[in-house]
């Protein structure tokens, strides 16, 4: 029965994804040029698509309930991961092969993101600008990988100053399987959330996170659990006491021989806001996301190389007695489908969401305004594209271009927001040490 349940996602995400192969092989401006041409002068195939894929959600609904209780049955294999379309960022890690040497990385990010949001929820806004990292890394014997240097933070523009900020983290791998972060974390992007949850431009707003973190990795089971501490406080400070702690478990349910793979992924974002040392104003908060949901991809051969759907659930708790809002719970469904080729990737979804609030997510899911803050839209219904193209030219230089749009239904609304990203990442070989 999982096979025929399979073979029906694949034929109707296959038929998706052929719809747009024109635009995966097109070349990027050009895509952009008809995309935004398309919007211009087809409100009315928006709202049309805005149809089909709610109608999609019920489908998608009927798919997950159905799969969670079959792979109950089902032997697990192997991982992988399956994210939200976003600019390349490389990661960090640690590399056994470089036992007892002493690198100097210099890593260099250069952005140009647009947002051309003009709803009441979230104001439109550009981030030009660029990031550099210097620092040195030690890979002392199998099991550590030490690292000290400075993340360097410009805007484009004379009134912007260098936004300076330390790096120190320490990293000990105790097995095969699990390994532990101290200090500056393995962070932003590279914890894998949904942007609803975790916001993909944290890599720019906030590119150092400091605290603790446990990665967990073995066969068919990945898990990224962390403490970030914002905000440090003493007895007496007049400013609160914050940090936020994330969970990202990824259980894989089935990988069959016919390429499907499906895997049931777990998120959590707890954000705290209070400290009993200090004299702050305001009352002490406590924000509670957790999400829930399934992914699946098939390998194809061809110039589609990989399609897929998904469906999550997501929920908001707030822990105190009382807030401005009088909203104290809510939730939210994000489902739908993708299509990628080798250097592209394309996701179409549907949002519909009441009284959701993620204090770490993206605003434009969000119930209330970041514009006004005393102006609540409790039901939220959005149709999502996301479209991103990545060239690798080296092992130390990617570009990458991303476009999002985002209509919202109940007001026949629509934003979007495109952006280029740049990354080169050496690394010099300075010597050998013992350890």
């Not at 906030?206 to 970030?228: C, M, V």
């Not at 807030?323 to 489902?335: P, T």
Request: with cysteine; proline share 3%.
């Amino acid at each position: 029965m999982i096979n025929r349940y399979l073979s029906f996602v694949f034929n109707y995400t296959r038929s998706i994804g052929s719809c747009f192969l024109l635009i995966l092989s097109d070349p990027m401006l050009e895509v952009v040029a008809k995309i935004r041409t398309f919007v211009n002068s087809n409100t009315y195939v928006l709202e049309l698509c805005a149809k089909i894929l709610i109608k999609l959600i019920s489908v998608m609904k009927s798919l997950v309930a159905t799969a969670v209780i079959l792979t109950l049955f089902i032997i697990q294999n192997n991982i992988s991961a399956q994210i939200e379309p976003w600019y390349y960022i490389p990661e960090n890690n640690l590399h056994e092969q470089k036992k007892n040497q002493i690198f100097l990385n210099f890593d260099s990010h250069h952005f140009l993101i647009n947002n051309e949001f003009f709803g009441s929820i979230v104001e439109g806004y550009t981030l030009p600008g660029h990031i550099i990292q210097p620092t040195i890394v030690a890979y002392a014997g199998d099991h550590i990988r030490l690292e000290g240097g400075v993340n360097i933070r410009k805007y484009y523009g004379k009134n912007e100053e260098l936004d300076f900020r330390a790096i120190l983290s320490a990293r000990l791998k105790f097995n095969d399987n699990l390994q532990l972060v101290m200090g500056t974390l393995n962070g932003h992007r590279h914890h894998n959330m949904l942007d609803a949850l975790y916001l993909n431009e944290r890599a720019v707003f906030n590119p150092i996170e400091n605290g603790i973190q446990f990665l967990y990795d073995k066969g068919s089971t990945k898990a990224d659990l962390w403490l970030n501490w914002e905000q440090f406080i003493r007895t007496g400070d007049s400013i609160p006491e914050i940090f936020t702690v994330g969970l990202n478990f990824r259980q894989k349910l089935v990988n069959n021989e016919s390429g499907w793979e499906l895997a049931m992924p777990i998120q959590g974002i707890v954000m705290h806001e209070g400290g009993q040392i200090s004299d702050f104003a305001t009352s002490s908060e406590s924000l509670v996301n957790i999400s829930a949901g399934l992914e699946s991809h098939h390998a194809l051969d061809g110039r589609i190389s990989n399609i897929g759907w998904f469906g999550h659930y997501i929920l908001y708790k707030d822990l105190r007695e009382v807030n401005i809002h009088e909203i104290y719970s809510g939730q939210g469904i994000y489902a739908g489908v993708t299509a990628a080729t080798d250097e592209s990737t394309l996701m179409l979804g549907y949002w519909d969401a009441n009284n959701f609030i993620a204090p770490r997510g993206n605003p434009i899911y969000q119930s209330v305004s970041f514009i006004d803050p005393m102006e609540v839209v409790k039901k939220r219904q959005l149709v999502t594209a996301k479209y991103s193209w990545h060239r690798r030219f080296s092992r130390n230089v990617n570009f990458s271009f991303l476009f999002e749009a985002y209509y919202d239904v109940p007001i026949s609304h629509f934003d979007y927001g495109y952006g280029i990203y740049l990354t080169f990442t050496p690394e010099f070989f300075i010597s050998n040490f013992s350890f």
